[in-house]
Structures are given as structure tokens and as C-alpha cells.
């Protein structure tokens, strides 16, 4: 597993679980749920690696503060992704 599996400590089932997830995940969704600082950045961030390792194309997106910022948070998101 990468540094990011390595540096999590007592998520082994998570990540069993998301490992799982990305190996199989032909038309399916996942959603992480939970409270403040439990973690749900940091297993999503392992879905995201595992599932490049596994050759899925992975669009990461984030949240916006201001709703006025949201017409054109898009399109800056798409010309400054790494991938594209």
C-alpha cells in the first residue's frame, strides 16, 4: 500500500473495504459520511490513489465558501487540473 495506507493507523478495515471498492467498482458510486476530523479526507485520498493504481481516471473536486464563486469555479478546476 502507498504512504498514504501506511501513515493510517487503525483504519485496516477501511481500507480492506476501499481496496475492495476500487477493484470492483464498475458503475458504482461511493460516499464517505461523518463527522469533523475523523478522517474522511484521508480515506478518500486512498480511494483516489488505489484507484489510479488500478488505471480509473480520478477527478477530484473540492467545496466551495462562496456560493457567487460558483459559476466559474468549475471551468478554473478543469484548466488547472493536472490531467487535462
Not at 481496496?19 to 458504482?28: D, H, L, N, S, T
Request: hydrophobic letters at 55%; zero cysteines.
Amino acid at each position: 500500500m502507498d504512504s498514504i495506507g501506511m501513515a493510517m493507523v487503525g483504519r485496516q478495515a477501511e481500507q480492506a473495504e476501499l481496496a475492495a471498492f476500487v477493484k470492483a467498482a464498475a458503475g458504482q458510486a461511493l460516499v464517505l459520511r461523518g463527522e469533523t476530523g475523523v478522517g474522511k479526507s484521508a480515506l478518500l485520498g486512498l480511494a483516489a490513489d488505489l484507484a489510479e493504481q488500478e488505471g480509473h481516471l480520478v477527478v477530484r473536486a473540492a467545496g466551495l465558501d462562496a456560493p457567487q464563486e460558483a459559476p466559474t469555479a468549475f471551468a478554473q478546476a478543469v484548466v488547472d487540473a493536472d490531467h487535462l
